[in-house]
């Protein structure tokens, strides 16, 4: 396991003294000023082991390390500061489909139902080559009434 040394300068010592003195914060921003201010082998901190610093701030062992190594590898605002959230997956059913699919289910259902289902809407827009393939789930949020 790869042991990552945090030394802190004096302006993000500072920084990391007024987090924890003044200002409303993140709770997570508490923690990661406390777990950095713990673990600073710079001029300005006071080591405490890891061991020492899950029990006081009761979090892991493994909430420490990954503490030092975003700051070691991504830098001091990064790891104070949350991830960026991953990218949210393309839509599959654009307007077109949308509005075929809405067209389709307005439509008289098949002989022998009374109305359509999700799954046969889903293999309907598939026969009809509207999409290459849908899920039944894609179409329930397409059809959502929402405000």
């Known amino acids: 396991m790869i042991k990552y040394k945090v030394a802190l300068s004096k302006h993000e010592h500072e920084q990391l003294m007024a987090i924890i003195s003044k200002g409303s914060h993140t709770a997570q921003q508490y923690r990661t000023a406390y777990i950095l201010l713990n673990c600073d082998d710079g001029p300005f901190g006071e080591k405490v082991t890891?061991?020492?610093?899950?029990?006081?701030?009761?979090?892991?062992?493994?909430?420490?390390?990954?503490?030092?190594?975003?700051?070691v590898e991504d830098g001091f605002d990064a790891c104070l500061g949350r991830k960026a959230p991953l990218k949210a997956k393309e839509k599959k059913a654009d307007g077109e489909v949308e509005a075929h699919l809405i067209a389709l289910s307005c439509s008289k259902a098949p002989k022998g139902f009374?109305?359509?289902?999700?799954?046969?809407?889903?293999d309907k827009m598939v026969e009809l080559e509207y999409i290459d393939s849908i899920s039944h789930e894609?179409?329930?949020?397409?059809?959502?009434?929402?405000n």
């Open 138 to 146: 894609t179409i329930r949020q397409v059809l959502k009434k929402t």
């Open 114 to 122: 009374t109305r359509w289902s999700l799954r046969m809407l889903a």
């Open 50 to 71: 890891g061991r020492s610093i899950s029990q006081v701030l009761k979090t892991s062992d493994r909430m420490i390390d990954r503490v030092k190594q975003r700051f």
